[in-house]
């Protein structure tokens, strides 16, 4: 066989399911490996595309989620997602064409050095030099992808390595052992927590890998300690739980927050800083912290932890439970604050103003969506109210990108998610920005055979930038943000899709409800009030955290 045959057999050998890509010149040999191979190739429309369903595939399941592109433009293209994916902590493996390493020392046609490109956005990645290392790269980029912290790695294949003849068979993979927390940890833990007054948890993307959402339920239960979520760490907790606290992270000051102005201990599990900065809720430095993770914590001014208890999440909080006493404790405050989240939620539940308010549209949203049902947010001003409104039952159904925060994930996340559970509801929410980045993958969608509905949130601008641009210059003042918009029904009708427009808040649900029902693809346009936007920051700037 070829260098490309057994790279293939490698990826079959690491249980991979589909490849994401587009073809090339310089990746022709690993295409017909492919053809042979179980693995389903799935050509997109263009490779951003492409990365992003790899980096939404390895976040739901926790496998490396492959993307394939050729060389120079095609690897160019492919950076976006395969760097979104590295900092939301989600695996992926992107395999590049190259051209032959008897090219490589001159000036060459669309030639890159794609290892050096590659460094910065990618826990490790290498070049294919000679056939029989095939087999070791392979299996070293699949274990650094998917060993904690997650992320992206890169291999670069040569097409004259390709096609040189190889004998060689996939390594044996390697079983990971969990490592546990210390003992003289979990109890200096269990005694802080005892001691404190007013402790709050804050859950990170780390517990939902983790898989930790039973033992930090149970933990927040036993204990009495009201539980805040990140925007990636949506559904750890029930959001019915009555010491749920809902998300934080908003740049506004928000009712969450407020636990925090009035907590004396934060217990933080699975919190990456990358997903809410420490600065925003412990600004000088003072609140005690106990960190509980799989990881030692990233240093941080404002994030200096009393304890570090590293090691398998849910065996860390059941140890401490075993001696933690909070028995006689109630968190008075923090049940004062959930009620204050709640009616602020519900405030808009019967709002039948148009252009909908984006509450209402999230809140219409829920409703309609099941439990294990599958929201992916895009970015804009639209995931700042999804992060607020949308709330989840369990993890991983509402998918945010919150640490490289790419535009145009929504779309081929989608495609991703229904691949992956294509017996759930799966909505992609977009702006019209967002939507107009990656919305050929609908084509992909069709083709493939992953029936889903993608929201637009239509205010015919940049809503987030001009939100910040007001923020900070004063309402009005917003520039650089306007442009134009096809006719989204029939742009999606032109595809072969179903195309919605809403023209009432009435309706939304049935529309909704029609669109999920369908076997292909839906696309509907919804006009948004983002005015709310401010008035949301002018409520934020008087909000009161008294206790």
């Known amino acids: 066989m070829d260098t490309a045959e057994l790279l293939v057999k490698c990826l079959e050998n690491e249980g991979v399911e589909y490849v994401f890509g587009l073809p090339g010149e310089e990746n022709l040999h690993v295409l017909e490996a492919l053809k042979k191979s179980p693995i389903k190739f799935i050509t997109t429309r263009h490779e951003q595309g492409a990365a992003f369903m790899a980096d939404v595939y390895g976040r739901l399941t926790g496998k490396a989620g492959v993307c394939l592109s050729t060389l120079g433009p095609g690897a160019t293209n492919l950076m976006t997602g395969v760097a979104d994916a590295n900092l939301d902590g989600a695996p992926l493996v992107a395999i590049t064409g190259q051209v032959g390493t008897d090219r490589m020392h001159i000036e060459s046609h669309q030639y890159l050095d794609l290892v050096a490109m590659f460094a910065p956005v990618t826990k490790w990645n290498k070049q294919i030099v000679r056939p029989s290392i095939t087999p070791e790269i392979v299996r070293k980029a699949f274990k650094r992808a998917q060993r904690e912290k997650p992320g992206a790695v890169h291999i670069d294949l040569p097409e004259n390595i390709a096609a040189m003849p190889v004998e060689g068979k996939p390594l044996r993979k390697d079983n990971v052992e969990k490592s546990y927390a210390s003992f003289a940890t979990t109890r200096a833990a269990a005694a802080a927590i005892s001691q404190a007054k007013n402790p709050i948890i804050l859950v990170g993307n780390g517990a939902i890998r983790a898989k930790a959402s039973d033992a930090v339920t149970q933990f927040a239960t036993d204990l009495n300690i009201p539980v805040a979520n990140t925007f990636m760490g949506k559904g750890i907790i029930p959001y019915t739980h009555p010491l749920a606290l809902w998300t934080v992270g908003l740049q506004q000051r928000d009712f969450s927050i407020c636990g925090f102005d009035n907590t004396d201990l934060v217990i933080a599990i699975g919190y990456d800083l990358i997903e809410f900065s420490p600065k925003k809720w412990n600004p000088d430095g003072e609140i005690p912290i106990i960190h509980i993770a799989t990881k030692l914590a990233e240093i941080d001014s404002s994030y200096i932890p009393e304890v570090e208890v590293v090691g398998d999440i849910s065996d860390s909080l059941n140890e401490i439970l075993k001696v933690a006493n909070r028995h006689d404790k109630e968190p008075p405050y923090a049940i004062k604050l959930r009620e204050?989240?709640?009616?602020?939620?519900?405030?808009?539940?019967?709002?039948?103003?148009?252009?909908?308010?984006?509450?209402?549209?999230?809140?219409d949203l829920r409703q309609v969506m099941g439990p294990d049902d599958i929201v992916i947010s895009d970015v804009g001003a639209h995931k700042m109210w999804i992060a607020r409104h949308y709330h989840c039952h369990s993890p991983n159904t509402c998918i945010i990108s919150n640490g490289f925060a790419a535009m145009g994930i929504a779309i081929p996340g989608a495609l991703a998610a229904k691949l992956v559970h294509p017996n759930r509801k799966v909505v992609a929410v977009s702006g019209d920005g967002g939507f107009m980045m990656n919305c050929q993958e609908l084509e992909t969608a069709l083709r493939v055979g992953t029936p889903f509905v993608t929201l637009i949130f239509n205010d015919g601008g940049y809503g987030l930038i001009e939100w910040?641009?007001?923020?900070?210059?004063?309402?009005?003042?917003?520039?650089?943000?306007?442009?134009?918009?096809p006719d989204f029904v029939k742009f999606a009708e032109s595809m072969g899709l179903k195309g919605y427009r809403v023209e009432a808040a009435t309706d939304l649900v049935p529309m909704l409800k029609e669109a999920l029902a369908q076997d292909v693809p839906a696309v509907i346009d919804c006009r948004v009030d983002y005015r709310e936007n401010m008035r949301f920051t002018k409520k934020a700037g008087e909000l009161n955290c008294a206790v």
């Open 340 to 363: 204050s989240i709640r009616v602020d939620y519900e405030h808009h539940a019967k709002d039948d103003a148009f252009p909908m308010k984006p509450q209402k549209v999230i809140y």
């Open 468 to 485: 910040k641009q007001e923020n900070q210059f004063g309402e009005g003042k917003a520039s650089f943000i306007k442009f134009g918009n």
